[in-house]
């Protein structure tokens, strides 16, 4: 590959933009913009298609069999560049910097007819947000709505959590779960300490919203009230309560399960 430039000072403007982009949320959503950092989160994007800005690569990886085999992806017209290894290390926040950083435009999230969704209220830990993301593609619900209380979805933290799984769905953030939920057509369940119904009892193979709160706080009052029932998980050994994104996990494949033994030949 033909290297468009070769940068070799953190003074350089792009390493400057892309310090404050990985650095601040507010600049994220002001440019709209996002930074992907490591070949997975490349190679997730170039699979979805999603149009790249710039492509910067460290020094060290120029012969990486990864970054080799998806350099002949890359759009010609998107300009690559050569970062050394150093200047990277002031830039990121990796105690060592990724084989590749990459620029891209924000993707914005479109309604669509999904049988399930995830709605999330304040969910505010970087791990916790890229976990459940993650989960949620993996369980093939694609539609997620954040409230506005929720962690930059991306950030580089969970950016990296997600594993890709940001490309594959649909995300609307500072979205009004309350009154997403109104509109719901189908179940309306929150995980809730208190709720009682066990998970295990309700048929989650239709049209259902998983409503999962603060991880301190839970469901705020406003989105609780606009959901038919509190689901508990339930718990027989000796534990107060599950992470959220534990807790959601559980919840949207437990739906899978049900999906899978009413399958046609399901034994």
């Known amino acids: 590959m033909t290297f468009h430039k070769i ?47 710039a492509v910067y690569v460290n020094e060290a990886a120029q012969q990486h069999p990864e970054w080799l085999a998806l ?9 690559c560049s050569l970062v050394s290894t150093a200047v990277l290390a002031k830039v990121t926040a990796l ?21 399930a969704a995830v709605l ?3 969910v505010q830990d970087p791990g916790n947000m890229g976990t459940i993301l993650r989960c949620a593609a993996a ?7 954040l409230s506005k209380g929720c962690v930059d979805v991306y950030s580089p933290k969970v950016l990296r959590a997600g594993m890709g799984a940001h490309f594959v ?19 309306r369940l929150a995980t809730h300490l208190e709720g009682s119904v066990s998970l295990y009892s309700e048929d989650l193979r239709g049209a259902v919203a998983f409503v999962f709160g603060n991880e301190g706080k839970g469901v705020s009052a406003p989105v609780l009230a606009a959901c038919d029932r509190r689901v508990r998980i339930p718990m027989p050994g000796h ?3 599950l992470n959220v994104a534990m807790a959601a996990t559980v919840c949207l494949f437990e739906r899978v399960r049900q999906g899978e033994a009413a399958a046609p030949g399901a034994a």
């Not at 949320?25 to 997730?44: F, N, P």
């Not at 350099?71 to 300009?79: E, K, S, T, Y």
């Not at 369980?139 to 709505?145: F, G, P, S, T």
């Open 95 to 115: 105690a060592t910097p990724a084989e590749v950083l990459v620029l891209c435009p924000r993707p914005q999230g479109s309604a669509a007819q999904q049988e």
């Open 71 to 79: 350099q002949g992806r890359i759009d010609r017209a998107v300009p």
């Open 139 to 145: 369980a093939n619900v694609r539609q997620v709505y």
């Open 7 to 53: 940068i070799t000072s953190a003074a350089n403007d792009e390493m400057k933009s892309l310090a404050r982009l990985l650095d601040n949320a507010r600049e994220r959503r002001k440019q709209q913009l996002l930074v992907l950092e490591g070949l997975h989160l490349l190679q997730a994007a170039l699979d979805a298609g999603l149009p790249l800005h």
């Open 169 to 187: 769905l649909q995300i609307h953030e500072q979205a009004d779960l309350a009154a997403e939920l109104a509109r719901w057509p189908g179940a």
């Open 120 to 122: 999330l209220d304040d």
């Open 239 to 241: 534990a107060e309560s």
